[in-house]
């Protein structure tokens, strides 16, 4: 008995098409995974200037979307968005890692969000942050999604004598304290 080694007509050309689409179908599959990135987005307000209607109706619309030379002042209530580029899931949830540089980052404050469904954005505030270095985390289930660090300055600048003052007092061991 005889087995028919090519396949019929109909099931060659079946083969040849699946065959040149499964790249294309593999990429998207490729590309649809994980968390998309995004871009964040800045803007500061004088939150203690306002009374409690005020800030109750206040609505955040217009932020600069940036990420370098980040600097404001210790008493900008810092307002800031993170635009995904394209929508996350609405039950993915994100937790917002506020970090400040002592010897290294050191978590200060942590926020568990989801994007907004609407915009695909997640928003938030920090206020009252003492003068120094800081980084914003976007983790996902355990992996960062995007960073971004900034800094806190006084109003006045540096000047050599507020700097030792406020290395002198981040310092508890009193040794290292009077040593300045």
């Known amino acids: 008995m005889r ?12 083969y040849k098409r699946i065959f040149s689409i499964l ?10 995974c994980g968390v998309p990135k995004g871009e964040f987005g800045w803007t500061t ?13 206040q609505t955040i619309t217009d932020y600069k979307m940036m990420r370098d030379d980040l600097i404001f002042s210790p008493t900008d209530t810092i307002h800031y968005v993170y635009q995904f580029s394209r929508n996350p899931g ?28 609407d915009s695909h954005a997640i928003r938030d505030e920090f206020s009252l942050l003492r003068t120094g270095e800081y980084l914003i985390k976007i ?14 300055l006084p109003d006045e ?24």
Do not use: C
């Open 3 to 14: 087995q028919n080694s090519v396949p019929s007509p109909l099931i060659q050309i079946f």
């Open 23 to 32: 790249p294309i179908l593999f990429t998207i599959t490729f590309i649809q």
């Open 45 to 57: 307000t004088q939150m203690e200037e306002m009374d409690i209607l005020e800030k109750q109706i």
């Open 90 to 117: 609405s039950e993915t949830d994100f937790y917002i890692s506020l970090n400040r540089y002592e010897l290294d980052f050191v978590e200060i404050d942590i926020k568990k969000k989801r994007a907004e469904p």
């Open 139 to 152: 983790v996902h289930e355990g992996d960062t999604v995007d960073e971004v660090k900034f800094r806190v």
């Open 157 to 180: 600048g540096y000047t050599q004598e507020n700097l030792e003052q406020e290395l002198a007092g981040d310092q508890t061991d009193e040794i290292i304290k009077y040593s300045r």
